[in-house]
């Protein structure tokens, strides 16, 4: 079945420093690709995505490039700041016969300092 | 536009009761999804709702069930409440159209049961 895999954390950066976390999957077919970001206390926000192969998602200085070869979708940013901490979920999305469905990773919680 | 919302905020129940979850789609949005989120881990999918009807169903047990109602609100019911239901629950919308099944998460409900 569809799975997705992240690095663990908690992810520890002084503001400024840069970001990468590590994410790659196991799925048939062409999935889409998502970045999700969980504030404490809140729901998911949508971060950025991608729908095919080599396609790049940017939002908010964050991006991450579709990689069918290595089957990641890795999340950098070259600059972080404070307001960034909060927990970031990779997931893939299948459409199945009349549906579609998320399938996540554990995520990823960062942590900035000033 | 308003964003999709969810009540309650928070909720405890007793094991074997029985409780009822709401979620509201965001404007123009005509599919719900439900997944849980338990601590520490990352959002499962538990069904989706379109057209007032169950699309699509993720490892869940019968005692998860659902509604959708014609303004495309919905509603989750876990009967029989377990220790291990205790998570929190999100709620996600989307516009169903060839190509694109973007989902966006509301707040959750926190459920605890005791």
């Known amino acids: 079945g569809d799975s997705v895999t992240q690095m663990e954390g908690p992810v520890t950066l002084s503001e400024e420093a840069c970001l990468t976390i590590n994410c790659t999957y196991t799925a048939t077919g062409y999935p889409s690709l998502f970045w999700y970001v969980q504030y404490p206390g809140e729901g998911l926000q949508l971060l950025l995505k991608a729908t095919k192969a080599d396609d790049k998602g940017s939002n908010k200085g964050f991006e991450a490039t579709y990689r069918k070869e290595t089957t990641s979708f890795h999340l950098e940013k070259g600059s972080v700041q404070v307001s960034d901490s909060a927990v970031y979920f990779c997931?893939?999305?299948?459409?199945?016969?009349?549906?579609?469905?998320?399938?996540f990773g554990k995520g990823t919680m960062l942590l900035v300092s000033p | 536009e308003t964003g999709v919302t969810q009540s309650p905020t928070h909720l405890i129940k007793t094991r074997g009761q029985q409780v009822t979850l709401r979620c509201s789609s965001q404007?123009?949005?005509?599919?719900v999804s439900w997944y849980q989120q338990a601590l520490g881990q990352g959002p499962q999918f538990i069904f989706q709702y379109y057209r007032e009807e169950e699309n699509g169903r993720g490892n869940f047990p019968p005692r998860f069930s659902g509604l959708q109602f014609p303004n495309y609100s919905s509603e989750l019911n876990v009967n029989a409440l377990e220790l291990d239901d205790s998570a929190l629950y999100l709620c996600?919308?989307?516009?169903?159209?060839?190509?694109?099944?973007?989902?966006?998460f509301g707040p959750g409900t926190r459920l605890t049961v005791t």
């Open positions: 997931a893939l999305m299948r459409r199945l016969t009349g549906y579609s469905t998320l399938t």
């Open positions: 996600a919308s989307s516009f169903r159209l060839a190509g694109s099944y973007e989902q966006y």
């Open positions: 404007s123009g949005h005509n599919t």
